[in-house]
Protein backbone atom coordinates (compact mmCIF):
# COMPACT_ATOMS: atom_id res chain seq x y z
CA UNK A 1 0.00 0.00 0.00
CA UNK A 2 1.29 3.41 -1.03
CA UNK A 3 1.18 6.48 1.49
CA UNK A 4 1.96 9.68 0.89
CA UNK A 5 0.63 12.98 2.11
CA UNK A 6 0.75 14.33 -1.39
CA UNK A 7 -2.76 13.74 -4.19
CA UNK A 8 -2.66 12.96 -7.58
CA UNK A 9 -5.17 15.09 -9.51
CA UNK A 10 -7.20 12.04 -10.10
CA UNK A 11 -5.94 8.37 -8.45
CA UNK A 12 -7.06 5.17 -9.82
CA UNK A 13 -9.26 2.89 -8.18
CA UNK A 14 -6.35 0.21 -7.49
CA UNK A 15 -3.75 2.93 -6.23
CA UNK A 16 -5.44 5.83 -4.28
CA UNK A 17 -3.18 7.82 -2.17
CA UNK A 18 -3.43 7.86 1.35
CA UNK A 19 -1.88 10.32 4.29
CA UNK A 20 1.16 9.06 5.27
CA UNK A 21 1.99 7.67 8.78
CA UNK A 22 0.29 7.64 12.41
CA UNK A 23 -2.77 5.92 10.36
CA UNK A 24 -5.31 4.92 13.36
CA UNK A 25 -7.53 3.02 10.56
CA UNK A 26 -6.88 1.56 7.34
CA UNK A 27 -8.89 0.00 4.84
CA UNK A 28 -8.18 -2.19 2.09
CA UNK A 29 -9.45 -3.39 -0.88
CA UNK A 30 -13.50 -3.43 0.40
CA UNK A 31 -15.88 -5.18 -1.04
CA UNK A 32 -19.37 -4.77 0.51
CA UNK A 33 -22.57 -5.98 -0.74
CA UNK A 34 -26.24 -4.95 0.25
CA UNK A 35 -28.56 -7.78 -0.66
CA UNK A 36 -27.93 -8.15 -4.47
CA UNK A 37 -26.26 -4.80 -5.01
CA UNK A 38 -22.45 -4.37 -4.98
CA UNK A 39 -22.06 -0.92 -3.10
CA UNK A 40 -18.27 -0.69 -2.14
CA UNK A 41 -16.29 -2.20 -5.17
CA UNK A 42 -12.68 -2.31 -3.70
CA UNK A 43 -12.72 0.82 -1.42
CA UNK A 44 -8.84 1.54 0.24
CA UNK A 45 -9.13 4.64 2.78
CA UNK A 46 -6.56 5.67 5.66
CA UNK A 47 -7.57 7.54 8.36
CA UNK A 48 -4.09 9.25 10.33
CA UNK A 49 -4.47 9.16 14.19
CA UNK A 50 -5.45 12.94 15.51
CA UNK A 51 -7.23 14.30 11.59
CA UNK A 52 -10.62 14.77 10.55
CA UNK A 53 -10.73 12.74 6.97
CA UNK A 54 -13.84 13.55 5.61
CA UNK A 55 -15.48 11.33 3.21
CA UNK A 56 -17.14 12.91 0.24
CA UNK A 57 -19.01 11.87 -2.90
CA UNK A 58 -22.75 11.83 -4.30
CA UNK A 59 -25.42 10.32 -3.15
CA UNK A 60 -25.20 6.70 -2.97
CA UNK A 61 -21.67 6.85 -3.55
CA UNK A 62 -20.95 4.65 -0.48
CA UNK A 63 -20.27 6.82 2.06
CA UNK A 64 -22.65 5.71 4.50
CA UNK A 65 -22.11 1.93 3.36
CA UNK A 66 -18.10 2.46 4.54
CA UNK A 67 -19.18 3.64 8.08
CA UNK A 68 -21.57 0.84 8.39
CA UNK A 69 -18.40 -1.87 7.09
CA UNK A 70 -16.20 -0.75 9.56
CA UNK A 71 -18.64 -0.72 12.04
CA UNK A 72 -19.51 -4.31 11.31
CA UNK A 73 -23.40 -3.51 10.21
CA UNK A 74 -22.42 -4.57 6.68
CA UNK A 75 -19.50 -6.72 6.75
CA UNK A 76 -17.47 -6.82 3.81
CA UNK A 77 -17.33 -9.56 1.53
CA UNK A 78 -13.51 -9.19 0.64
CA UNK A 79 -10.73 -6.68 2.38
CA UNK A 80 -9.13 -5.93 5.42
CA UNK A 81 -9.69 -3.35 8.43
CA UNK A 82 -7.11 -2.93 10.04
CA UNK A 83 -7.58 -0.43 13.36
CA UNK A 84 -4.48 0.63 15.36
CA UNK A 85 -2.45 -2.02 13.62
CA UNK A 86 -4.99 -4.86 14.28
CA UNK A 87 -7.32 -6.28 12.14
CA UNK A 88 -11.14 -6.09 13.13
CA UNK A 89 -12.69 -8.17 10.03
CA UNK A 90 -15.25 -10.48 11.79
CA UNK A 91 -15.80 -8.77 14.83
CA UNK A 92 -19.36 -8.22 15.75
CA UNK A 93 -20.62 -4.80 16.26
CA UNK A 94 -20.30 -4.69 20.23
CA UNK A 95 -16.92 -6.00 19.93
CA UNK A 96 -15.66 -3.57 17.29
CA UNK A 97 -17.09 -0.41 19.91
CA UNK A 98 -15.53 -2.37 22.73
CA UNK A 99 -12.34 -1.36 20.75
CA UNK A 100 -12.67 2.71 20.81
CA UNK A 101 -14.64 3.42 17.82
CA UNK A 102 -17.78 5.37 18.25
CA UNK A 103 -20.09 5.49 15.82
CA UNK A 104 -22.79 8.53 15.56
CA UNK A 105 -25.02 7.35 12.37
CA UNK A 106 -27.24 9.71 10.06
CA UNK A 107 -30.62 9.36 11.78
CA UNK A 108 -28.50 9.77 14.94
CA UNK A 109 -29.83 6.91 17.20
CA UNK A 110 -30.75 8.10 20.56
CA UNK A 111 -33.70 6.65 22.00
CA UNK A 112 -36.18 9.07 22.19
CA UNK A 113 -38.53 7.92 25.23
CA UNK A 114 -35.22 7.95 27.93
CA UNK A 115 -33.68 11.77 29.00
CA UNK A 116 -31.03 12.88 27.44
CA UNK A 117 -28.80 12.07 30.96
CA UNK A 118 -30.32 8.48 30.84
CA UNK A 119 -29.04 8.49 26.79
CA UNK A 120 -25.71 9.29 28.07
CA UNK A 121 -25.80 7.27 31.19
CA UNK A 122 -26.38 4.15 28.61
CA UNK A 123 -23.58 5.00 26.26
CA UNK A 124 -21.05 4.86 29.72
CA UNK A 125 -21.99 1.61 30.63
CA UNK A 126 -19.29 -0.20 32.37
CA UNK A 127 -17.14 3.26 33.14
CA UNK A 128 -16.83 4.30 36.86
CA UNK A 129 -18.84 7.29 37.97
CA UNK A 130 -15.61 8.99 38.03
CA UNK A 131 -15.27 8.43 34.34
CA UNK A 132 -18.62 9.14 33.32
CA UNK A 133 -18.29 12.31 34.93
CA UNK A 134 -15.40 13.16 33.18
CA UNK A 135 -17.05 12.82 29.85
CA UNK A 136 -19.56 14.21 31.10
CA UNK A 137 -18.27 17.15 31.43
CA UNK A 138 -16.28 17.01 28.60
CA UNK A 139 -19.36 16.59 26.45
CA UNK A 140 -20.72 19.89 28.17
CA UNK A 141 -17.90 21.51 27.42
CA UNK A 142 -18.33 21.02 23.24
CA UNK A 143 -22.52 21.65 23.85
CA UNK A 144 -23.40 23.56 26.65
CA UNK A 145 -26.67 24.15 25.88
CA UNK A 146 -27.27 20.30 26.85
CA UNK A 147 -27.08 21.15 30.48
CA UNK A 148 -30.57 22.97 30.12
CA UNK A 149 -31.99 19.73 28.89
CA UNK A 150 -30.23 16.89 30.47
CA UNK A 151 -33.60 15.71 32.27
CA UNK A 152 -35.48 16.05 29.17
CA UNK A 153 -37.06 13.66 26.88
CA UNK A 154 -34.46 13.26 23.79
CA UNK A 155 -37.69 13.25 21.69
CA UNK A 156 -39.08 16.08 22.28
CA UNK A 157 -35.60 17.95 21.20
CA UNK A 158 -34.72 20.09 18.48
CA UNK A 159 -32.67 18.14 15.45
CA UNK A 160 -29.96 20.18 16.61
CA UNK A 161 -30.04 19.23 19.98
CA UNK A 162 -30.85 15.63 18.98
CA UNK A 163 -26.91 15.63 17.23
CA UNK A 164 -25.69 17.38 20.02
CA UNK A 165 -27.04 14.19 22.16
CA UNK A 166 -25.85 11.68 19.49
CA UNK A 167 -22.19 12.98 19.44
CA UNK A 168 -22.03 13.46 23.09
CA UNK A 169 -22.94 9.32 23.37
CA UNK A 170 -20.15 8.96 20.76
CA UNK A 171 -17.60 10.33 23.59
CA UNK A 172 -18.67 8.73 26.52
CA UNK A 173 -16.75 5.95 27.00
CA UNK A 174 -13.35 7.70 26.01
CA UNK A 175 -13.28 6.56 22.09
CA UNK A 176 -10.20 7.30 20.10
CA UNK A 177 -12.05 7.23 16.63
CA UNK A 178 -15.40 8.78 16.15
CA UNK A 179 -16.97 8.15 12.85
CA UNK A 180 -19.93 10.57 12.03
CA UNK A 181 -22.44 10.52 9.41
CA UNK A 182 -24.25 13.37 7.80
CA UNK A 183 -23.76 15.72 11.25
CA UNK A 184 -25.50 18.54 9.43
CA UNK A 185 -28.72 17.52 7.42
CA UNK A 186 -31.66 19.06 8.22
CA UNK A 187 -30.33 21.85 10.28
CA UNK A 188 -30.71 25.58 10.14
CA UNK A 189 -27.69 27.01 9.41
CA UNK A 190 -26.80 28.63 13.15
CA UNK A 191 -27.32 25.13 14.43
CA UNK A 192 -24.47 24.02 11.60
CA UNK A 193 -22.09 26.86 13.03
CA UNK A 194 -22.81 25.34 16.33
CA UNK A 195 -21.64 21.67 15.53
CA UNK A 196 -18.85 23.27 12.99
CA UNK A 197 -17.25 24.75 16.61
CA UNK A 198 -17.84 21.89 18.47
CA UNK A 199 -16.19 20.04 15.96
CA UNK A 200 -13.26 21.57 15.83
CA UNK A 201 -12.69 22.05 19.38
CA UNK A 202 -13.26 18.04 18.93
CA UNK A 203 -10.78 17.38 16.70
CA UNK A 204 -8.10 18.34 19.38
CA UNK A 205 -8.98 14.94 21.17
CA UNK A 206 -10.21 12.50 18.95
CA UNK A 207 -9.67 11.36 15.27
CA UNK A 208 -13.11 11.78 13.63
CA UNK A 209 -13.85 9.86 10.45
CA UNK A 210 -16.81 12.20 9.04
CA UNK A 211 -19.42 11.91 6.27
CA UNK A 212 -20.40 15.22 5.48
CA UNK A 213 -22.38 16.70 2.05
CA UNK A 214 -22.27 20.47 3.18
CA UNK A 215 -19.29 21.40 1.77
CA UNK A 216 -18.62 24.36 3.79
CA UNK A 217 -18.57 22.26 7.16
CA UNK A 218 -16.39 19.58 5.18
CA UNK A 219 -13.98 21.83 3.95
CA UNK A 220 -13.68 24.09 7.08
CA UNK A 221 -13.31 21.35 9.86
CA UNK A 222 -11.85 18.34 7.75
CA UNK A 223 -8.03 17.79 7.46
CA UNK A 224 -7.63 15.38 4.61
CA UNK A 225 -10.62 14.06 2.12
CA UNK A 226 -11.22 10.61 0.15
CA UNK A 227 -13.83 11.25 -2.69
CA UNK A 228 -15.11 8.26 -3.72
CA UNK A 229 -18.28 7.30 -6.61
CA UNK A 230 -19.51 4.37 -7.10
CA UNK A 231 -18.02 2.70 -4.29
CA UNK A 232 -14.37 3.18 -5.71
CA UNK A 233 -11.53 5.89 -4.69
CA UNK A 234 -11.52 9.33 -7.09
CA UNK A 235 -8.84 11.12 -5.40
CA UNK A 236 -7.55 11.57 -1.68
CA UNK A 237 -5.14 14.19 -0.11
CA UNK A 238 -4.79 17.66 1.98
CA UNK A 239 -8.70 19.21 2.12
CA UNK A 240 -6.78 22.57 1.01
CA UNK A 241 -6.00 21.05 -2.30
CA UNK A 242 -9.39 20.14 -2.71
CA UNK A 243 -10.95 22.82 -2.26
CA UNK A 244 -8.42 24.68 -4.67
CA UNK A 245 -9.69 22.00 -6.99
CA UNK A 246 -12.86 23.99 -8.56
CA UNK A 247 -13.26 21.32 -11.05
CA UNK A 248 -12.97 18.39 -9.33
CA UNK A 249 -15.73 19.83 -7.01
CA UNK A 250 -17.97 20.80 -9.69
CA UNK A 251 -17.68 17.26 -11.58
CA UNK A 252 -18.38 14.82 -7.96
CA UNK A 253 -19.74 16.79 -5.87
CA UNK A 254 -21.86 19.77 -7.70
CA UNK A 255 -19.89 22.30 -5.41
CA UNK A 256 -19.28 25.49 -7.73
CA UNK A 257 -17.64 29.03 -6.59
CA UNK A 258 -17.44 32.65 -7.99
Not at 28 to 52: K, M, N, R, S
Not at 147 to 166: E, I, N, P
Amino acid sequence: MRLSNQPTSEATPNEPVKPSGGNLLVLEGLQTYIGQFHILQGLDLAVPEGAVTVLLGRNGAGKTTTLKTIMGLTPPRQGTITYRGESINGLTTYQIARQGIGYVPEDRGIFREMTVEENLLLAARGESRAGYRTHLANCLDLFPDMQRFLKQKAGTLSGGQQQMVAISRGLMTGNKLLLIDEPSKGLAPIVIKAVMDALEKLKRQVTILLVEQNFTMASTVGDYFYLIDDGHNITNGPMDQLVADTELTRKYLGVGFA
